[in-house]
């Protein structure tokens, strides 16, 4: 529902799907939206089925309604075998009210639902959603509440992204156990073999100081990255930042960039992936992750396996996704955020030595490898996936 950029859970979902296909039979039920993703992802499918347009892309209470209704219908229709596992891929409703349907349906299939983000509450001084995108923020919270309901008492096993959510699932009929903690992970193949290379050359002349990976939307702190990036500037005029990423904040972000007078220090780049993407990240020397609200996020560690350092504000779900090689800020201290940035950018040893931690982090805790192993391990009590 938010045209063809690229959310954590759209991720997750395809790269443990690309690892699944060697063990089980997959069908695919989404939105037109959805089948461009996994196209652009390269990602394709056999079987799946299209079950709504992006006719209302955009209107996000229009569309939340058209598709609920149409994928509701279509969950009546479709054959449903004991057995089958069912994933609803995000807690919004026109993936979770399908799926719920399909369990009352068949109580004999596993409905292992995905909640991967509690929506900030309206009245929270840390909610994203202030002023004008208030009522934006309230629907959002009061939409999830029955998806919560839902996915607590009728899932079979549920999908988190942080252990401080893993107690939100746990019931009488649920065990720790059945809440599996599905961080995401990265795919770090190309990037061990860059460093392999001869092509590998590390040099504090990298075009950019810093970049930023995620979609431009206020829980990623993208409006927060321009202000704290024009207190880099201040101090020292040189330094640059790519940007990469696509969202509803765009013109917002451009309108304040022009406002703060730092157009010749941020390169908006857009939507990329795959090479495009890997060649910015050879280009940069640290990765921002300035988000404000958030359950994880795997952005920063794509970045981290290519070598960079990161910097993000201190959030609790960060503790357990990033004990080492990202250095924390306090929330939400623009200054203190930039004086960490310009620390690692002018202290040789101390970058050397987040640089490291970042990289073994990322190759002994995120390869996507290890990660769908382990979670279809939990996922069917089967024997992991093989090499």
């Not at 795959?274 to 994880?296: C, E, N, Q």
């Not at 960060?318 to 950018?345: A, H, M, Q, V, W």
């Amino acid at each position: 529902m938010q045209g063809t950029a690229l959310s954590g859970g759209d991720k997750i979902l395809i790269e443990l799907t690309r690892r699944w296909l060697k063990k089980l039979h997959i069908s695919f039920f989404i939105s037109m939206e959805g089948d461009k993703i996994c196209r652009q992802e390269g990602l394709e499918l056999d079987k799946k089925r299209i079950w709504s347009s992006d006719f209302f892309s955009g209107f996000y209470l229009i569309d939340g309604i058209y598709r609920v209704i149409l994928s509701a219908f279509h969950a009546f229709r479709i054959t449903i075998n004991k057995g089958d596992i069912v994933l609803s891929s995000s807690d919004f409703l026109p993936d979770s009210i399908p799926a719920f349907i399909l369990k009352l349906r068949r109580p004999d299939i596993k409905w292992v639902a995905s909640f991967y983000l509690f929506a900030p509450k309206p009245w929270d001084r840390k909610s994203p959603y202030k002023g004008a995108q208030w009522l934006l923020g309230l629907t959002y919270w009061l939409s999830q509440l029955p998806a919560y309901y839902l996915i607590k008492n009728f899932a079979d096993l549920v999908f988190v992204t942080s252990q401080p959510d893993v107690n939100s699932f746990i019931t009488k009929k649920r065990s720790t156990n059945e809440v599996i903690v599905v961080r995401g992970g990265v795919d770090v193949l190309l990037a061990k073999e860059y460093f392999k290379s001869k092509e590998f050359i590390f040099s504090n002349k990298r075009p950019y100081d810093a970049c930023f990976v995620g979609r431009f939307h206020y829980q990623k702190g993208i409006l927060e990255l321009i202000q704290i990036w024009e207190k880099v500037c201040k101090k020292q005029p040189h330094r640059r930042l790519a940007i990469i990423g696509v969202g509803p904040l765009e013109q917002k972000t451009r309108k304040l960039i022009g406002q703060l007078k730092i157009q010749n220090n941020v390169d908006l780049l857009g939507f990329l992936s795959g090479g495009r993407k890997f060649d910015i990240f050879k280009k940069s020397k640290i990765v921002l992750h300035p988000a404000t609200y958030d359950s994880g996020g795997m952005a920063a560690a794509e970045a981290m396996a290519w070598g960079l350092p990161g910097v993000s504000f201190d959030l609790e779900a960060l503790k357990t996704y990033y004990p080492k090689g990202i250095l924390k800020t306090r929330c939400f201290d623009f200054n203190e955020f930039s004086e960490n940035i310009l620390y690692l950018l002018t202290n040789p040893d101390a970058y050397q030595i987040l640089s490291q931690e970042a990289l073994h982090l990322i190759n002994e805790e995120w390869d996507w490898d290890k990660q769908a192993q382990k979670i279809f391990h939990q996922l069917t009590g089967d024997t992991p996936i093989k090499d």
